[in-house]
DNA sequence: TTACTATATGATTATATACTCACATAGTAT
DNA sequence: ATACTATGTGAGTATATAATCATATAGTAA
């Protein structure tokens, strides 16, 4: 692959894990795991401001994690890819890698 | 799980999602999938600038993603755990379902 | 000691992101 | 038509991030 293909990748990668990176976007996506939902729905079981979550999902949909369709005057967002869900399998091995570094640092403090 | 220990969880993820969310940092990890690197070597191989590269690195370190130790003058960087390479097979997941839709696209306006 | 190399970091600037408020739009209901 | 609701977005502000340059530190070698 060449170097202007492989440095087109990572920042298409990067994007997407940037969508991700946010408390409020990660919680979404767990909400979202479920089933799709329309925007005051999320708003409110995350407990943000309406405008924010519609920002938050807007950046979401153009990093091409989520989708969305109308339904009236509803919006309803769902997961593009129910594999996104795979980040937080990923993500919680290197929590968990870090929480025993910390469980035996104590055990050799105590 | 109480919600404010949920919210602490998903700062702790996005932490994580947030620092290998930028293509330099994508590609550090990804040469260092085949084992460590010392930070001018790491510099020379992305093309950037040595401080630059360190603050990252340093970065990375923070978020539990990196470690190190010393060699000489030399810092030698590593991943922490390599389960952070699964969010590569993660992406590329969501990116060919985003190209897949694309060539569908392709086929019907052709 | 001095000279050199590798790395980290303070200070600065530029840019990006997050959030809020106010308003516009679109659909629904009366 | 008016009134209402859900959503999106412009404008502004605050904060975070990225990059660069200059400098400091730490180890090496002469």
Known sequence: MPDSRKRLLFEKQARIAQAIGHPLRLEIIDFLKNGEQCVCDIA?????????VSRHLGLMVSAGVLE?????????YRLKCPCILDFFTCISSVLKK?????SRLLKVLC
Do not use: D, F, Q, Y
């Not at 969305?68 to 309803?76: D, F, N, Q, T």
């Not at 870090?98 to 910390?102: G, L, P, T, W």
């Open 44 to 52: 409110e079981h995350i407990g943000a401001e309406r405008s924010n």
């Open 68 to 76: 969305h369709r109308k339904e009236g005057l509803k919006v309803i």
């Open 98 to 102: 870090e929480a025993k570094e910390s």
